[in-house]
């Protein structure tokens, strides 16, 4: 079992706060990825990286923006949030090989 | 490009049946399938996954099916139990890169 840690669990704040989502993974995974998931719907992959200094965008545009300066963390930014990023967001992480993505418990983010 | 899609959004079984949930998807050329249990409040959770050089592989009381030729994936749950409830969500991607596609997700039901 993967240990993939999100916080917070859920945020409620206002229109234009700069808002950073955690994303910590004990695994020493080099895969990372975050995922945008409203209520009862797919997931869409919105970012991912495949090391330490690499970021990719993913399938879906996001405003959001993500660094990976150390293995195990990988930090998604809002700038400035807007009533639209109001979602839930998921990170995974993946190992070497025939590993499958590992999830975190998500992120419920609510923009007023 | 690639798109997934569950056949049916919704589905209700009998506890002690056996449960089918299917799923199709486009880009023939992907080569890695997975299903994932997403419960009320929490991240997905990894349920069996498939290479594309297989048509059949079986995990404890579920069994995933690919038919390559139709592209057509379907996860089998034997003898369903109350605590199968949730959203399964099939996706397909590359293992390699570990980029998946997910579909909307079925919900499934347990009635005692």
């Known amino acids: 079992e993967a240990d993939i840690y999100q916080t917070p669990r859920y945020l409620v704040i206002g229109t234009g706060k700069k808002i950073t989502l955690e994303c910590s993974q004990t695994?020493?995974?080099?895969?990372m990825y975050w995922y945008q998931q409203d209520p009862g719907m797919e997931l869409h992959l919105i970012h991912y990286?495949?090391?330490?200094?690499?970021?990719e965008k993913g399938d879906l545009s996001s405003e959001s923006t993500v660094s990976r300066i150390r293995t195990e963390h990988f930090p998604l930014t809002l700038e400035s949030a807007r009533p639209s990023h109001t979602s839930q967001y998921l990170c995974?992480?993946?190992?070497?090989?025939?590993?499958?993505?590992?999830f975190g418990d998500g992120t419920r983010l609510s923009i007023l | 490009g690639e798109s997934v899609g569950l056949h049916l959004p919704t589905l209700s079984v009998q506890e002690g049946d056996n449960s089918i949930i299917n799923c199709a998807y486009s880009n023939s050329a992907s080569d890695y399938f997975i299903w994932y249990k997403q419960e009320s409040g929490k991240g997905p959770q990894f349920i069996i996954d498939?290479?594309?050089?297989?048509d059949k592989r079986q995990g404890q009381r579920v069994t995933v099916l690919l038919n390559k030729t139709v592209k057509h994936l379907s996860l089998q749950i034997a003898a369903t139990q109350p605590g199968d409830s949730a959203v399964y969500f099939c996706?397909?991607?590359?293992?390699?890169?570990?980029?998946?596609?997910f579909g909307q997700g079925t919900e499934l039901s347990v009635k005692p």
């Open positions: 498939i290479r594309s050089n297989m």
């Open positions: 996706a397909g991607g590359y293992n390699q890169g570990g980029k998946l596609i």
């Open positions: 995974a992480s993946k190992g070497q090989g025939d590993q499958p993505q590992h």
């Open positions: 990286s495949y090391g330490v200094n690499s970021t």
């Open positions: 695994m020493g995974h080099d895969k």
